[in-house]
């Protein structure tokens, strides 16, 4: 039989744990299961009559009745885990999951007691028996037996261990995943037994990977909020812009109380996909923070505790406190879109002219950051109570002209790439005024201002682009000459019809040279005068009068002598 774990695993991912339907890896496991024992002719009776039957140890001369009994326990788990995600609203379902993860377990300790047959090799009995570790582990975990459940973890992490120290690299990969999903599970339980320092390495793990999923999810969110509650109850004030604010609101001390250990988890962040989970959960618990200090915000008391007494223009404790709980929200804002601004960079640098398989970055997307970085300091020069703050207001005013900086060099960037080189060299003389201007003004905040982007580095990089945008200008020009006069010489027009134009073309010299048409083209001349007869028109016939009387008097006589012959 193959390995037990590496059979779970692909199954889940490819029947639906990728995206966490475990409804579908349910159905899956029901018609594989259903497969099987068409296959290996085991049915459960018939139609009509259920007839029960159990694998033995006789039948194990074929693995795939080991494989019945391992869907028959998946199933029952996929089934607890499905229950676990709709026991979030209907709690009675609750009861639901337990049953079946007793079945799990129940299905589990089966196939470990027929793992037991001098049959199966000593490979799937370890696994076996760590796979129901861990089922059992889990249950443990749910009725909240500590103790029992800590036991089975760490029984099935030393069997894990063991497996993938006595294999090759590439078959421990499964092994050290299972150890590192049931690691945060056995700190909490160690927590709960009583170890107190286990609360720490859970706070770590779970800032390490950006939130945590599965089984531990809400009961760690809701220990580590449990632990800073106990922490916020020490706390009375904060100290902001050399004025200190007392903090009344649970919540609020609860935020601040975590904001250093969530800067820091973002800055030892490895992936960037770490540092955007945590950039929006940070956000999100600064966002419910301010919601609380509005709700005690009324109306009738923010009109009346606006100006302090006997200190006329200063606002007020509470009013104080929401300014910077919102100036926290804009800064970090402010640094998670500056740092998705980095990878866009690394990105359009990196990215390869040919490959059309997705989308590439292109500067028009790192503009949109930049105008929403200075959308948000423009919202940090309007924070109640900074108003009188000169230095503050110079810092910002120093930062947007960073941003600034950065913004024209991509917009300039955008117009290089459509060759519009007379507003791209316009936009890097903006880029270096700016970056002139906060050189000389910088002085003295370059402690505040030093986690911005360098701008020495962007003057360097701006004049080595005009360079550039200088040669690739005179580039297009002589491009367009030489590619009117090729369309000249390739419609092989003769030298006679191209002497304004300048060419080198080789077959002048040769037999073959084209200097002038031969033979001459035939050109269109007027054709010989016509002459129309007009004279006609006035000829004047003479007169017959004379004939015709002759004629008349004639008559009958003249016509007899006439046949006779006896004309006159």
């Not at 779970?206 to 531990?216: A, D, F, I, K, P």
């Not at 909020?225 to 200190?244: D, I």
């Not at 903090?247 to 540092?275: H, M, P, W, Y």
């Not at 947007?400 to 060099?409: D, H, Q, S």
């Amino acid at each position: 039989m193959a390995p037990v774990l590496q059979i779970i695993k692909e199954s889940q991912q490819q029947h639906g744990l990728r995206h966490g339907d475990f409804q579908r890896y349910r159905g899956y496991c029901s018609r594989r299961q259903r497969r099987l024992r068409k296959t290996l002719n085991f049915k459960m009776g018939n139609r009509h009559k259920f007839t029960g039957k159990k694998v033995t140890e006789d039948l194990l001369t074929d693995n795939r009745y080991l494989l019945l009994i391992l869907m028959d326990a998946e199933r029952a788990w996929s089934y607890a885990m499905q229950l676990k995600q709709e026991a979030n609203t209907e709690p009675r379902k609750r009861f639901h999951l337990l049953s079946r993860l007793r079945k799990a377990v129940k299905h589990a300790e089966e196939l470990e007691r027929l793992c037991e047959s001098n049959r199966v090799d000593a490979k799937t009995k370890l696994e076996a028996q760590a796979y129901t570790a861990y089922l059992s582990g889990m249950l443990r975990f749910e009725h909240q037996e500590w103790k029992a459940a800590i036991e089975a973890f760490n029984k099935c992490k030393t069997i894990y261990e063991k497996l993938a120290s006595a294999f090759t690299e590439e078959q421990a990969v499964l092994y050290s995943q299972r150890v590192e999903e049931i690691s945060p599970n056995i700190r909490y339980c160690a927590y709960n037994i009583g170890d107190q320092s286990a609360i720490n390495e859970l706070m770590q793990m779970r800032l390490r990977s950006g939130g945590t999923e599965g089984l531990l999810a809400e009961k760690l969110e809701a220990l580590i909020t449990q632990t800073r509650a106990k922490q916020a109850a020490t706390m009375s004030e904060v100290e902001w812009r050399g004025r200190t604010v007392p903090v009344k609101i649970d919540k609020v001390r609860i935020f601040l109380l975590g904001l250093a250990d969530n800067e820091a988890a973002i800055a030892q962040a490895e992936s960037e996909e770490t540092k955007e989970r945590l950039f929006e959960s940070m956000l999100s618990e600064c966002r419910d923070a301010i919601q609380a200090v509005r709700e005690e915000l009324k109306p009738d008391q923010k009109q009346r505790d606006y100006s302090l007494e006997g200190e006329s223009g200063k606002v007020s404790n509470l009013q104080y406190l929401h300014s910077y709980l919102t100036y926290i929200k804009l800064s970090t804002a402010i640094k998670r879109n500056e740092n998705m601004a980095k990878g866009l960079q690394k990105a359009l640098l990196q990215q390869q002219p040919d490959d059309d398989s997705k989308r590439s970055p292109r500067p028009q997307d790192l503009i949109r950051l930049y105008d929403i970085i200075l959308q948000n300091l423009v919202e940090l020069l309007q924070l109640p109570g900074l108003e009188e703050d000169r230095a503050f207001q110079r810092e910002l005013g120093l930062k947007t002209l960073v941003y600034k900086a950065y913004r024209c060099f991509f917009i300039a960037q955008s117009y290089v790439l459509v060759k519009k080189w007379s507003e791209a060299l316009v936009l890097y003389d903006r880029v270096l005024k700016y970056a002139n201007e906060v050189s000389s003004d910088s002085g003295a905040f370059k402690s505040s201002l030093k986690d911005l982007p360098d701008m020495q580095e962007l003057i360097t990089q701006v004049k080595s682009e005009k360079c550039s945008l200088q040669a690739a200008a005179i580039l297009d020009a002589s491009d367009f000459h030489q590619t009117e006069t090729s369309s000249q010489v390739k419609d092989n027009k003769p030298l006679v019809e191209r002497f304004e134009t300048f060419c080198l073309d080789p077959s002048l010299v040769t037999k073959q040279a084209s200097l002038v048409h031969f033979p001459p083209v035939f050109q269109p001349i007027p054709c010989k005068p016509l002459f129309f007869d007009l004279a006609l028109n006035h000829v004047a016939f003479p007169p017959l009068e004379d004939k015709l009387e002759q004629k008349t008097k004639s008559g009958l006589t003249g016509y007899i002598k006439g046949i006779f012959g006896f004309r006159s």
